[in-house]
């Protein structure tokens, strides 16, 4: 073929291709808002008429027979028509996956979760509908989250305005008897107004604390720290609270063990787990906070009690903030305060600062909180 006959071929085809491409471009703006099977066999028709145009304008130049051109064209009809089933196949297919596409998000704007069928139009499609089923499933889990943590927000308020109310009641009562001279021992009612006093004073400290742990700006001061000098400090702290109640507070395990920490941070975690043991636990019982290190490098606090138990049921809610014990730990684990449920939540904040982990099981007729600290938390 010379370039001459070359040049006009390709021209004739061009042609054809243009116009049967421009119609078909027409067609599709037309059907704009019309259906995807529709729009695919516009793609598909627009295609085969191109080549059929196309090749019967350069056939009818070369002179052929009628004979030929009719088996041409009858191939191409069928070749068409091929074409066109496939496409509508195609179309079913894409308009099959539209639609569950459209149900996901329906769902997931609901709230509800999304399977993913076991079979899409392509692997693009199907790794999509894998996505839209973990979002739904990770949205879920936001949601959930976010009422566990509007739940416990009104179960702080409920339980702050209750502390709060007993003692100012109490201070407003003995301020009174004082004002009026009724008191008949007013040295012994400044004692107990100073005491009220400082439990409302711990309780603001409690939620100052918590307030920073949750808007991420607990700084903390690291430094090398002796665990046995400030567990021995804490224990000294608080034997006299737990001799006033017949409980045997001791220390067991390693003496030598250091990390870099906040020795203030960390001495009031673990002062919250001791004063929440010694509220709970019997009279009689012992109390031993111990040092370990662990398989992994990590160092581990624990505090040992025998107060009963927590129920399996609250084990996964214990270190929210305003959770409360429900039997048979019924008292308040507010720490040293004696607050509305913050201590846990306090210690949980602080072990999760110093990049560790605190954790709690059932043992014996007691509990055992671990705390797990790094030797070196990421700054």
């Not at 973990?134 to 702050?160: F, H, K, N, P």
């Not at 439990?199 to 700084?219: C, N, P, T, W, Y």
Request: hydrophobic share 50%; aromatic share 4%; net charge negative.
């Amino acid at each position: 073929m010379t370039a001459g006959v070359f040049a006009t071929v390709a021209g004739i085809a061009l042609g054809c291709a243009l116009v049967v491409g421009a119609l078909g471009l027409l067609a599709l703006r037309l059907l704009s808002r019309g259906s995807l099977v529709t729009q695919l066999i516009v793609v598909a028709f627009a295609t085969v008429a191109s080549v059929v145009s196309g090749t019967a304008a350069v056939a009818s130049l070369m002179y052929l027979s009628a004979h030929d051109l009719t088996v041409f064209y009858s191939v191409a009809v069928v070749a068409g028509i091929v074409s066109l089933v496939m496409a509508s196949v195609l179309g079913r297919s894409l308009v099959r996956d539209n639609r569950y596409f459209r149900a996901a998000a329906v769902s997931i704007g609901r709230g509800e979760s999304v399977i993913s069928p076991e079979r899409h139009t392509s692997t693009e499609f199907a790794s999509l509908a894998g996505e839209l089923a973990a979002t739904a499933d990770r949205l879920s889990e936001s949601r959930e989250q976010e009422e566990r943590i509007e739940t416990a927000r009104r179960e702080i308020v409920a339980w702050i305005s209750h502390d709060l109310r007993t003692p100012l009641a109490g201070i407003r009562a003995m301020a009174e008897a004082l004002e009026d001279g009724m008191a008949p021992d007013p040295d012994r009612y400044y004692v107990q107004i100073r005491g009220q006093v400082d439990r409302l004073s711990g309780m603001v400290d409690d939620l100052f604390e918590l307030s920073k742990i949750h808007a991420g700006a607990l700084q903390l001061n690291l430094e090398r720290v002796a665990l046995y000098d400030l567990i021995s400090d804490t224990i000294a702290d608080l034997a006299p609270v737990a001799l006033a109640k017949s409980l045997n507070l001791c220390f067991e395990g390693e003496r030598g063990l250091t990390l870099q920490a906040d020795a203030r941070e960390l001495a009031r975690a673990v002062g919250n787990l001791v004063m929440n043991a010694i509220q709970h636990s019997p009279a009689g019982s012992a109390i031993v906070v111990s040092v370990t290190r662990h398989v992994d490098g990590r160092a581990v606090i624990s505090v040992v009690d025998a107060a009963g138990g927590i129920p399996e049921q609250d084990l996964g809610r214990v270190f929210e903030a305003g959770w409360r014990a429900s039997e048979p730990r019924t008292a308040s684990d507010a720490g040293q305060s004696g607050g509305a449920g913050l201590g846990l939540a306090i210690v949980d904040g602080i072990v999760r600062a110093h990049a560790g982990q605190v954790t709690v099981t059932n043992v014996g007729g007691g509990c055992r909180f671990e705390l797990l600290l790094p030797q070196h938390p990421a700054g």
